[in-house]
């Protein structure tokens, strides 16, 4: 049987992951799954910024992925905001890969604070290909490959959680940053799992 293959693509906010994760979705062969978060929408749809959307089912558990894979013979399975995934994903697709099927995995490459979010980066390690995108600074307009964070119109120094749901009551901007305006913070999210 011949195998999968994985194919990731990364990059701050602005950078167009989910429209490349929709393109690739709507153009791959039956049967496919395609999966978005469940945090921060509770629609079963997948949106990017372009305004293009397809159906998804909502899931951060790599439990519930092995299942859904064995239910059905997937032949391609797509991933939206991949870095809330817990870390149980790389086994998860590394093992459907080598029953022939067919990753693509989108996720922002770091937080809002620089630093390196959920399990992608390990996920990258196992990538055939790995698609970086990067889009435009908020403040300078050079290339972009941080993403960072406005609260109420202030931008975030470092002080707060690394996921600020929308409804918790503060208005939330997220923009994209070159390194020279990036917002820094030393890293705690190594051992950062969300538990959903
Ligand atoms: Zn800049």
Redesign the pocket.
């Known amino acids: 049987m011949s195998k999968g293959i994985l194919r990731i693509y990364t990059g701050p906010m602005f950078s167009g992951k989910s429209s490349k994760l929709i393109d690739d979705a709507e153009a791959a062969k039956e049967p496919k799954l395609i999966v978005t978060s469940k945090i921060g929408t509770k629609e079963n749809h997948l949106y990017s910024r372009d305004d293009k959307t397809i159906p998804a089912i909502r899931m951060n558990d790599s439990k519930l992925l092995a299942e859904l894979l064995e239910s059905k013979d997937y032949k391609n399975v797509f991933i939206d905001e991949g870095q809330f995934f817990d870390r149980g994903i790389i086994k998860v697709i590394n093992e459907g890969i080598s029953k022939g099927i067919n990753f693509t995995v989108a996720g922002i490459r770091r937080d809002v604070y620089g630093n390196v979010f959920g399990h992608l980066k390990e996920l990258k390690d196992y990538a055939d290909e790995v698609i970086f995108l990067s889009s435009l600074?908020n403040?300078?307009?050079?290339k972009?490959n941080y993403s960072a964070r406005l609260i109420n119109g202030v931008l975030d120094q470092g002080d707060n959680d690394i996921v600020i749901l929308k409804d918790a009551g503060a208005e939330i901007e997220y923009i994209a940053?070159?390194r020279?305006?990036k917002t820094t913070k030393q890293s705690t999210t190594e051992e950062f799992e969300l538990n959903n």
């Open positions: 600074c403040f300078c307009g050079k972009a940053t070159c020279e305006h």
